[in-house]
């Protein structure tokens, strides 16, 4: 059973997705917020496998909350899932930064918000298919939001390189394995060996580090 929190200060918005989750047989509501403190007062008690978190929350917003859940080491396995009216970069960005492992508009299909909750729990990241992925890599490559070289880089094969790239590309496991000529479970062992590296608790933030350091460029798989 998938046990999930939801925190959105919109009680109708709350209610409405919890009707659709509560329709399925594999996830669990067991609790609400209406503000970002009161989510993660909530998951520090109740220790849900997913947080739908809105961005826009009176008293804490969900990127700080988000921020705090993932810098919460009791909180490792939580993984957050945003909601947002907007998809606009910057929250797309920043929710990325914060530690959430996917981000949706509220406007999505319900089978989509399912197949997201799902997913985060397998450890992948979800974007929006409103929200493109070339959108992210254009804002995540900027300049400005280029770090220096991290040592931990060095410790990555050419091979896990090559992962890493593909992660960032938003390829699954199985497209990464299609690709590389390798099995569904090499490849898996190999973004299990690079998120270990890195130290990123899921595939979104390789991602964001991929675009940081410069390990790609936007767009480099399509060109």
Known sequence: ???????DDQRLVRAGIRGILDDEHDLE??????????ALAACR????????????????????????IADD???????????????????VYGALRAGATGFLVKDTEPAELL???????????????SVTRRLIAEFAGRPDH?????????????REREVTRLIAAGCTNAEIAERLVVSPLTAKTHVSRVMAKLGARDRSQVVV??????LVRPGWLTD
């Open 73 to 91: 080491a009791r909180l490792a396995a939580v993984k957050v899932i945003m909601l947002t009216t907007f998809d606009l970069d910057e929250y």
């Open 29 to 38: 509501v067991v609790g609400e917020a209406a503000d970002g403190q009161a």
């Open 1 to 7: 059973m998938i046990r999930i929190l939801l925190a």
């Open 209 to 214: 580090m991929a675009y940081e350091y410069r």
């Open 115 to 129: 197949h997201a909750v799902r997913v985060a729990v397998r450890g992948d990241a979800l974007i929006s298919p």
């Open 146 to 158: 280029t770090r220096e070289p991290d040592r931990r880089l060095d410790a990555l094969t050419g």
């Open 45 to 68: 008690e109740l220790l849900p496998d997913v947080v739908l978190m809105d961005i826009r929350m009176p008293v804490m917003d969900g990127l700080e909350a988000a921020r705090r």
